[in-house]
């Protein structure tokens, strides 16, 4: 049974509401994920941080990192609210599909960095396998790859939130 309490969006502190404007003009709304953040003082302003923080991945990147990680965690909430980000930033869903289940033919690049994402997320950091220079050899460098460790223990922690929490899923139920 589920005992976690939702707050209500009308008795955040003032600095959760300006970061409630700005999930707002970015999703259209606030999902319900932030909302649980703000059960501790500081942990929606902790993690808006984390996540807005300037890397090197673009935001196709960072959603194939997303999709692939929440679907090694079996996280509902998160392929439903990133195949939607997914799908809004032009990933068709055939494609969706294809990034949870680590099967990328459509992009050599998205390819390498979801293969990578997974098996961090399966190993838990140690790499098998030909596929870190699989990664290195479509382009990217080690920069790139603290960012990818970096977008996987974001989502991971967005992951683990939900499987405590079992907030509400206010997007297109995606099933894991």
Do not use: W
């Not at 003082?41 to 959603?63: A, C, I, K, M, V």
Request: aromatic share 10%; proline share 2%; hydrophobic share 45%.
């Amino acid at each position: 049974m589920n005992n976690f309490l939702m707050p209500d969006e009308q008795n955040v502190s003032e600095k959760n509401k300006i970061i409630f404007e700005a999930l707002k003009d970015k999703f259209g709304r606030v999902p319900n994920i932030f909302v649980a953040f703000t059960s501790s003082e500081n942990g929606l302003e902790n993690y808006f941080n984390y996540l807005t923080q300037d890397n090197s991945l673009n935001y196709r990147e960072r959603e194939v990192v997303n999709l692939v990680v929440s679907q090694v965690n079996q996280c509902s909430y998160c392929l439903s609210f990133h195949s939607a980000v997914a799908e809004r930033i032009g990933f068709n869903k055939e494609q969706i599909l294809d990034i949870r289940a680590n099967d990328i033919q459509f992009d050599k690049s998205l390819k390498a960095i979801a293969a990578l994402a997974h098996n961090i997320a399966l190993t838990k950091g140690h790499i098998s396998g030909a596929i870190l220079l699989d990664f290195y050899e479509a382009g990217y460098d080690q920069g790139h790859l603290i960012d990818v460790v970096l977008a996987v223990g974001n989502i991971t922690t967005l992951n683990l939130l939900y499987a405590i929490t079992n907030v509400p899923i206010d997007f297109p139920h995606v099933i894991a």
